[in-house]
T-cell receptor
Framework: KAGVTQTPRYLIKTRGQQVTLSCSPI?????VSWYQQTPGQGLQFLFE???????NKGNFPGRFSGRQFSNSRSEMNVSTLELGDSALYLC?????????????FGEGSRLTVL | AQTVTQSQPEMSVQEAETVTLSCTYD???????LFWYKQPPSRQMILVIR??????QNATENRFSVNFQKAAKSFSLKISDSQLGDAAMYFC??????????????FGGGTRLMVKP
């Protein structure tokens, strides 16, 4: 079974631009979560989607948004990029009814904002 | 708000020896879940072990075990017979028990474990 797939793996943007990151969960997983990982702030929860509905949201500005499609694939978007948005963005999926807290992570999308 | 603290930014261990990684957390809740996740260099993060706060028995998974001290809000990870493949960043994480918490985990800052051959 294929793991969580994130695209693109690396990207470089400039301040003010916007970016869209994609995540394909493990087949059968309906929950997709997004985390931001930076050296300074560590791993921070962005949001979670389940069956196309946002189930939880972290403490990030409205420039960060996401959505989930009917096939459980998810995208996150960051608008008006700032230097501080440079980070590794991790997507994780989980199985409904699976072990609580058992997340399956992708390799991440590394965003550099210049 | 819950916080998770890992006071050891880096640890090293000799291959085949035992190492313990520390984690403390702060919460006002009585029921919750705790986890240790491993992030190898340039690879996906994976769940190592989980503990349900209402269970007094410490969780074990092969060479990995935890020492869960609920009153002290401490959750350490012991790795026995360390192997080169154990080298990674280790993150302690907390999830409240409420059903609507979903997959919203609070992570500690991480401990980088180096294994010396």
């Amino acid at each position: 079974k294929a793991g969580v797939t994130q695209t693109p793996r690396y990207l470089i943007k400039t301040r003010g631009q916007q970016v869209t990151l994609s995540c394909s969960p493990i087949s059968g997983h309906r929950s997709v979560s997004w985390y931001q990982q930076t050296p300074g702030q560590g791993l921070q929860f962005l949001f979670e989607y389940f069956s196309e509905t946002q189930r939880n949201k972290g403490n990030f500005p409205g420039r960060f948004s996401g959505r989930q499609f009917s096939n459980s694939r998810s995208e996150m978007n960051v608008s008006t990029l700032e230097l501080g948005d440079s980070a590794l963005y991790l997507c994780a999926s989980s199985l409904a009814g699976g072990r609580i807290g058992e997340l399956f992570f992708g390799e991440g999308s590394r965003l550099t904002v210049l | 708000a819950q916080t998770v603290t890992q006071s050891q930014p880096e640890m090293s261990v000799q291959e085949a020896e035992t190492v313990t990684l520390s984690c403390t957390y702060d919460t006002s809740e009585s029921d919750y879940y705790l986890f240790w996740y491993k992030q190898p260099p340039s690879r996906q993060m994976i769940l190592v072990i989980r503990q349900e706060a209402y269970k007094q028995q410490n969780a074990t998974e092969n060479r990995f075990s935890v020492n869960f001290q609920k009153a002290a809000k401490s959750f350490s990870l012991k790795i026995s017979d360390s192997q080169l493949g154990d080298a990674a960043m280790y993150f302690c994480a907390y999830r409240r028990s409420a059903g609507n918490a979903g997959n919203m985990l609070t992570f500690g800052g991480g401990t980088r474990l180096m294994v010396k051959p």
